[in-house]
Structures are given as C-alpha cells and as structure tokens.
C-alpha cells in the first residue's frame, strides 16, 4: 500500500511538471540555465540508473552476467539498432552468459 | 484520408507504432521489478513518460524505497516542462485542450511537433504521436504485464539485463558532442562509488544532484541532453521535407531542439 501513495504522487508531480510548462510566463522558464539543467539533469539520471541496474545489487556492487547485458546494448547501439532490439539484445546477452554458468 | 497525406499524421503514426512496442519491455519490467499488474498500469496510464517510467521501476527493482523511486521519477521529468513550455507557444492550446495536451508532452510528440514548420502541421503532428503512444503504450503495456508475470524467474530470461539495455538506449540518443558524454561518465561514476556508502535508491538522486551542479556552473548548449528518444525523420531520411526542412534551419529555423540533429539524414 505503501508502494501505491509514492507511485501515485509520482505520477501527480509528472504530471505537474509537464502542466507548469503551458501555464507559467514563457519567460519564466526559457532561462537558458534552467533548461540547461533539464537537460544535464536528464544525462546525469539516465547515466546513473543505467549503471545502478547494471552493477549494484542492494548495497553492493557485483560483476555478473549484467556487464555482458551492458557490453551487448552498447554495440547493438552502435550500429543503430531500433530500441526493442537492444532491449533483447541486453536480455540475450544476460541470459547466455547465466545459461554458460557466468552468474 | 485527406489526414494520411498529412507529412505530420504519417510521422505521428509510424512513431506511435515504434514507441508503442516499447511498452512491452516496460510491462515485463514493471512486474519482474516487484509491481504488480495495477501498479505497472497506473505508470503507463497516469505518468505516461518512458524514462520516468523505467526510473521508478528501476529504483523498485534495486531495492530502493517508494521514496527514492519517486524522487527519480520525478526529477527525470523535469524536462517534459521545457517540452511545455515551447509546445505551449507553438500549439497555444486553449481551454481543456491545454490539460490533455499536458498529458501526451513527452520526448516523442515534442520531437514530432516542433519538427513541422507549418502551424497547422505542428497540431497534427503533436495530437497524432501524443494520442497513438498514449493508446498503443498502453496496450503493450498490458501485453508485458501480463507476459512477464507469466515467464518464472526473470533472471532466467535476463529480464534483468534487458533492464540495463533499456536504460542505455534511452541514454545513447543524448550523447552527442563531448560535454554529454564528459556528463555521463562523470554521474556513472559518482553512482557507482557512491552505491556502497548509502542505502538503494540514494545514489541515483546524487547523480542527479552532481548533473544539475554542472548544468548550473557550465556554459555548454542550453538544450544539452534534451533530445528526442526518437528522431521523427528517421524514416524519412530520403524523403523530400527532410532536405527542405534541413535547409529551413541553417538559415535560422526558430527551434533550437532541432539543431544537434543537423546531422540527422545520416
């Protein structure tokens, strides 16, 4: 239940932060330092979640089998794959390398 | 049928489709993460924006508190309030419109509308991709659901890693240029080292708060890191609007967004 009331203020505060943009004074929010900080903030987040689902385990870091999940999006990227195919590239990669024994 | 042939209908729709497919990986997710079906759905219906989707599950997933997942979430938001801004003075929706509208800004519809120079086509654009991945992410976001509630232990079937490429591919499209990259590496960082130090959940927020250090101090682009997840023109890249709008732009199109995407016909 716990879960549900930070979910739906999640979902409350989205939804505030996209209504703010069409309801202040333009020039509120074209300050060049605010969406410059939008747009590091939105690197910085993606970053740090990419490494924390590849690496952390609770409070610990461990190397296992989602670093090949890591190495196996990276190039499927880099040969521009659409999304969906690095997604499964990501699961195939992890699934292989568990099925060979690397955890 | 006079919409069809509408350049912003035809990009709208054929980025719903490809969006729309990403709601099946996010539904897998969201339940192998410790939602259950409702929870996973609320995220799609009510937060309706990818990235702070898989934040929050990401957050779940790693044993973070409800808290801290919240925090996530809502901080990887905050650009959807720049996509407002811009789509409100280009739209000027009125009324309840201007509530609906709030709801389908996100990336993609963003990218789909101020990619259009004609006014007329701004509107279509925007209303055609934000309705089509609202209703198809949905959709597919039932089909995950249920699909990954159904496949066992999602180790097995590297639901875990399939994680880790999602959150890279929705960072890869924003790494254009040095700073970005510098950007990255330096918040990856401060995660890991951070990781064995403060309970799940926390180093995420200190990435976040190392990112908006240098956003503040920097002097780089503005609009560092606020591209699309999806390049409207992808498709189109032949097509003859991709060359007359690339053109439009070097002799000083008025959006900025859609400068680091010059590039984009490759």
Known sequence: MNLWLWLLLACLLGYAWKLVGYLVPASLLRNPRTSRIAGTMTIGLLASLTMVNAVASGQSLALDARLGALAAAGIALWFRAPFLVVVLAGAGAAAGLRLLGWN | ?266
């Open chain 2, 1 to 266: 049928m006079k919409l069809l042939q509408s350049p912003a209908v035809r990009v709208g729709l054929s980025i719903s489709i490809a969006t729309g497919l990403y709601g099946i990986s996010f539904g897998a997710l969201g339940v192998t993460s410790g939602l259950d079906f409702w929870q996973t759905m609320a995220l799609s219906l009510l937060l309706f924006s990818g990235g702070s989707q898989f934040a929050f599950i990401g957050v779940v997933a790693g044993g973070g508190s409800g808290v801290a997942a919240m925090g996530a979430a809502t901080l990887l938001g905050m650009r959807n309030g720049i996509y407002g801004m811009q789509l409100n003075a280009l739209l000027q929706p009125r009324g309840w419109r201007k509530f609906a509208a709030a709801h389908v800004t996100i990336d993609e519809s963003t990218a789909t509308s101020t990619g259009q120079t004609d006014p007329a086509e701004q509107k279509r654009g925007f209303w055609t991709a934000g309705i089509g991945i609202f209703v198809l992410w949905n959709v597919f976001t039932a089909v995950g659901a249920l699909a990954g509630s159904a496949l066992g232990d999602p180790k097995q079937w590297g639901l875990d890693g399939a994680a880790v490429a999602a959150f890279l591919g929705l960072l890869w499209p924003r790494l254009k240029g040095r700073e970005p990259v510098a950007i990255a590496v330096v918040c990856a960082l401060a995660t890991v080292l951070a990781v064995p130090f403060v309970p799940a959940g926390i180093p995420i927020l200190i990435a976040a708060f190392v990112a908006a250090a240098i956003g503040w101090f920097s002097h780089g682009r503005s609009n560092e890191g606020l591209e699309p997840d999806v390049d409207p023109y992808a498709e189109h890249r032949h097509d003859e609007h991709q060359h007359e709008h690339q053109h439009g732009h070097q002799h000083g199109h008025p959006n900025p967004r859609r400068l680091p995407r010059s590039g984009g016909g490759q």
